[in-house]
């Protein structure tokens, strides 16, 4: 299946891509009239189209049918991940993310913080890269970055659990129920600080493990989304 992104489309029944998109459609797809297309908004609604017009720089597809909660899932998971200092491998965690599956990721400002600002607009192209590749209808919301004490402030599902590795803490899949909306906070390579573990637990976090190993920043996050995934296949 080919999908294209098309925030914008309306109620009518033809749609314009644009000409990047249609450049795209026509000289790399090779995609003509008649082929079959899907779009989507990016809020979990599939539009089912065939190619009406295959103008290299206007090409237009004709709408058959609109999917709205196409691949919905039961639960929403929000991991909140500070940023790491190579914005590879945060773009990397952001691609890979889309692509297993996740609703909300907010940026963390933490004590040990190797990374303040983020170009939330480049951010955003990497996951709707990702979304188009992996067939996917929902596009993650990204947030600005937060400081951590602040998000702490926010309303938060009741699974709320904080990513921390130490013995005494029980692994992320012996405290998660399945079908429930979940949030995750992951810490810079250099951890959260006492302070921060202690803000959380005041604020109903549970310390979790993720396994035995020393994870990457990035590496957690994938981590976390394949588990909850994986823990809520039907």
């Not at 090779?30 to 990016?42: E, H, I, Q, W, Y």
């Not at 889309?98 to 909300?104: K, P, Q, R, S």
């Not at 709320?160 to 013995?167: G, N, R, T, V, Y």
Request: glycine share 6%.
């Amino acid at each position: 299946m080919h999908l294209f992104y098309t925030p914008d489309i309306g109620p009518d029944d033809h749609y314009t891509l644009t000409e990047e998109e249609s450049r795209h459609c026509t000289r790399v797809l090779r995609l003509s009239k008649g082929d079959p297309v899907a779009l989507t908004d990016g809020k979990g609604t599939l539009f089912e189209t065939v190619v009406d017009s295959d103008s290299h720089r206007r090409t237009t597809v004709r709408i058959i049918r609109a999917l709205p909660g196409w691949g919905a899932r039961k639960y929403r998971l929000h991991v909140a991940v500070a940023p790491t200092k190579n914005l590879n491998r945060f773009e990397w965690f952001l691609e890979k993310a889309t692509e297993i599956g996740i609703d909300e990721i907010t940026p963390l400002i933490c004590d040990h913080a190797e990374r303040k600002t983020l170009q939330i607009s480049r951010m955003s192209r990497v996951m709707i890269a990702a979304l188009k590749q992996s067939v996917k209808t929902t596009l993650p919301v990204l947030n600005e970055p937060v400081r951590f004490s602040s998000f702490l402030e926010r309303p938060a599902p009741e699974m709320k659990f904080i990513a921390h590795f130490d013995p005494a803490n029980k692994h992320l899949k012996d405290n998660y129920s399945r079908s429930k909306n979940v949030v995750v906070l992951i810490g810079p390579e250099g951890d959260f600080s006492t302070g921060e573990l202690q803000q959380a637990s005041g604020a109903g976090f549970t310390a979790v493990n993720l396994g035995s190993a020393r994870l990457r920043t990035e590496t957690a996050g994938v981590v976390v989304c394949s588990l909850i995934n994986f823990m809520n296949e039907e």
